[in-house]
């Protein structure tokens, strides 16, 4: 079974810009959770999508948002990019919807390392 | 205060020690405790998952938790070179649910296991 798909892999981008990162949850797993991962802050979660709707949402600015499809698929989008928006997101995929507190175990990706100079 | 507390290290140890990583946290509605090992370039991977307090064991890993401390400690036995990653706690809980329901992750401690 294939796991959780995150492209692309690397991306430089400049301050101002806006960037969309991708990922493709484990089949048949309808939940999909982004995290920011930074040495600073360690791994912080941004929000949580469950059929194609926002359920959960961590303590980010509105630059930051996602949307979800009707295959799981997720994005995640950063407009307006800051140097401190430099991190390796993480997209996770789970099973069932995690906010209503059932616990079910995150997957996550390998990440997209964003770069912003 | 944080809310989760972990010792970044890093931790270099000879092959075959007995390693132990903790965790410490400061909200009494965590009820769900994980350990992730995450390797450089890749993204964290699921190793121990235990629910309140006690003991878990998996081969060389064995989970506990101390929800009257707030401690959860991570050991593993004949510890490999293969071991060698980032080991991150992380735990949620509270009743129900709803937009508290989160994971929330220690910053990582460095293991180096030297053969």
């Known amino acids: 079974k294939a796991g959780v798909t995150q492209t692309p892999r690397y991306l430089i981008k400049t301050r101002g810009q806006q960037v969309t990162l991708s990922c493709s949850p484990i089949?048949?797993?309808?939940?999909v959770s982004w995290y920011q991962q930074t040495p600073g802050q360690g791994l912080q979660f941004l929000f949580e999508y469950f059929s194609e709707t926002q359920r959960n949402k961590g303590n980010f600015p509105g630059r930051f948002s996602g949307r979800q499809f009707s295959n799981s698929r997720s994005e995640m989008n950063v407009s307006t990019l800051e140097l401190g928006d430099s991190a390796l997101y993480l997209c996770?995929?789970?099973?069932?919807?995690?906010?209503?507190?059932?616990?079910?175990?995150?997957?996550f990706g390998n990440g997209t390392r964003l770069t912003v100079t | 205060q944080k809310e989760v507390e972990q010792d970044p290290g890093p931790l270099s140890v000879p092959e075959g020690a007995i390693v132990s990583l903790n965790c410490t946290y400061s909200n009494s509605a965590f009820q769900y405790f994980m350990w992730y090992r995450q390797y450089s370039r890749k993204g964290p991977e699921l190793l121990m998952y235990t629910y309140s307090s006690g003991n878990k064991e998996d081969g060389r890993f064995t989970a506990q938790v101390d929800k009257s401390s707030k401690y959860i400690s991570l050991f593993i036995r004949d510890s490999q070179p293969s071991d060698s990653a980032t080991y991150l706690c992380?735990?949620?809980?509270?009743?129900?649910?709803?937009?508290?329901?989160?994971?929330?992750f220690g910053k990582g401690t460095l293991l180096t296991v030297n053969p």
């Open positions: 992380a735990m949620e809980g509270g009743l129900g649910g709803g937009s508290n329901y989160k994971l929330t």
């Open positions: 089949s048949g797993h309808r939940s």
């Open positions: 996770a995929s789970s099973l069932a919807r995690r906010d209503r507190g059932n616990n079910s175990p995150l997957h």
